[in-house]
């Protein structure tokens, strides 16, 4: 079926090194592919997407890579900082026009920490 | 502006008993959906509702029921509960017509069945 999946389902490293986290999709209809984190005992929080004609998009020390053509997703975080350790989900999402409002697609998650 | 607000945090219950769990959503935002998160299964869409309609259903069973009211303010319900309906329970709000995947979460709602 349609799943969103994760490499590595966990990361360490250290305070200010630059961290990746790697997705495989499968779904190819997806229209758009979003980066969460959730922190313990918190919901996850949006952190960036991208639309399916994109190949890569920067945020504020992020960067988020889409490869149509190996179906791979990955976040880069800049700088990490001992408050970026979480779980990181990937997620897709098929946008407006079909039956995919509010309904997302999400991979198992990385945890990612980070040593001071 | 307050974020999304899931009542209640903590509760147990038993099995065979029923639950509602109450979401109020971002204000603005006409647009509520459910997710179901727990340590097998990950995160799992549950329903999502607009304008007091059900706009979108995942593939669970017909003991997981919801509705929205005219504020925009959501419940869902879990009938007959079963040990396996122990989760986080996770409502998130957004627009509603813009639909980019960014979502607001509110922290959850732990239920537990003994």
């Known amino acids: 079926g349609e799943s969103v999946g994760l490499h590595l389902p966990t990361l360490s490293v250290q305070e200010g090194d630059n961290s990746i986290i790697n997705c495989a999709y499968s779904n190819s209809a997806s229209d758009y592919f979003i980066w969460y984190k959730q922190e313990s005992g918190k919901g996850p929080q949006f952190i960036i997407d991208i639309r399916s004609n994109m190949d890569k998009r920067q945020g504020q020390r992020v960067t988020v890579l889409l490869n149509k053509t190996v179906k791979h997703l990955s976040l880069q975080i800049a700088a990490t900082q001992p408050g970026d350790s979480a779980v990181y989900f990937c997620?897709?999402?098929?946008?407006?026009?079909?039956?995919?409002?509010?309904?997302?697609?999400f991979g198992q998650g990385t945890i990612l920490t980070v040593h001071p | 502006k307050a974020g999304v607000t899931q009542t209640p945090r903590y509760l147990i219950k038993t099995r065979g008993q029923q639950v509602t769990l109450s979401c109020s959503p971002i204000s603005g935002h006409r647009s509520v959906s459910w997710y179901q998160q727990t340590p097998g299964q990950g995160l799992q869409f549950l329903f999502e509702y607009f304008s007091e309609t059900q706009r979108n259903k995942g593939n669970f069973p017909g003991r997981f029921s919801g509705r929205q009211f005219s504020n925009s303010r959501s419940e869902m319900n879990v009938s007959t509960l079963e040990l396996g309906d122990s989760a986080l329970y996770l409502c998130?709000?957004?627009?509603?017509?813009?639909?980019?995947?960014?979502?607001?979460f509110g922290e959850g709602s732990r239920l537990t069945v003994l």
């Open positions: 997620a897709e999402n098929r946008g407006a026009g079909g039956t995919s409002y509010g309904k997302l697609t």
């Open positions: 998130a709000s957004s627009l509603g017509y813009r639909d980019t995947g960014e979502l607001f």
